[in-house]
Every structure is written in structure tokens, then in C-alpha cells.
């Protein structure tokens, strides 16, 4: 009777662990870095943050970008260097995928007149 309970038990907790973890892997979390286009080519994009931060995306072919500065840039193929972007990515890929670029208004640097 208590070996029958143990089992019960067991897998009880693991079917209570499966459904809490399940959600959190299935849904992997975007995350966003905020940059500079440092250097791109029709595969590649490496973002500096100005903090000493320098990521490297690779483009996949459902690459969305969106401008919302000029609205001029619709493709990767439009972006150019020293474009002002955020990036969206999972943080499970190795190496990092580009799923979401969106270009943003030029940054004013500090001191600099408006």
C-alpha cells in the first residue's frame, strides 16, 4: 500500500512540475538590444550599445524590421550602419537570431544641441 501511495505521489509531483515548467520553455521569452548598427551584410548584423556591449544577430528568413523613425526601411536589406535599432531575440538561440528590427529616431548624444 505505501509503495502504491510513493507512485501516486511521485507522479503527482511531476505532473504538477511538468505543468509549471511547460508554459516558460514552450513560450521562449524575447528579448531586446538597443544599438547602433555597427557593421551589416546580407547575413549579419552586429548592434553596439555604447556601453562597451557589441551583439551579433544573424538575419532568418521571417526577419521582420519596422520603422518607425521615416518609415522608409522595410526590409534587412535597407538597414545601413549607424541605423539607431532594436533588436528582438530568444534567448535559447545559439547564435542569436534577429526575429524583430525596429529602426527608432536617431539618439541625441549628450550635449548635443536639439
Partial sequence: MRK?????A???????????LAP???????REFT??????NDKKMIVDNRQGDKVTFDKVKDTKVE???????????????????TVKWKMVDKPR???EVIVLPPKKEAGEEL
Fill in 4 to 8: 502504491l501511495a510513493r507512485t501516486f
Fill in 10 to 20: 511521485l507522479v503527482g509531483l511531476v505532473a504538477l512540475g511538468a505543468a509549471v
Fill in 24 to 30: 516558460s520553455t514552450a513560450l521562449a521569452q524575447y
Fill in 35 to 40: 544599438g547602433l548598427i555597427d557593421k551589416i
Fill in 67 to 85: 520603422d518607425t523613425h521615416e518609415g522608409k526601411k522595410k526590409s534587412w536589406d535597407d538597414l545601413k550602419s549607424d541605423d539607431h535599432v
Fill in 97 to 99: 537570431k534577429a526575429y
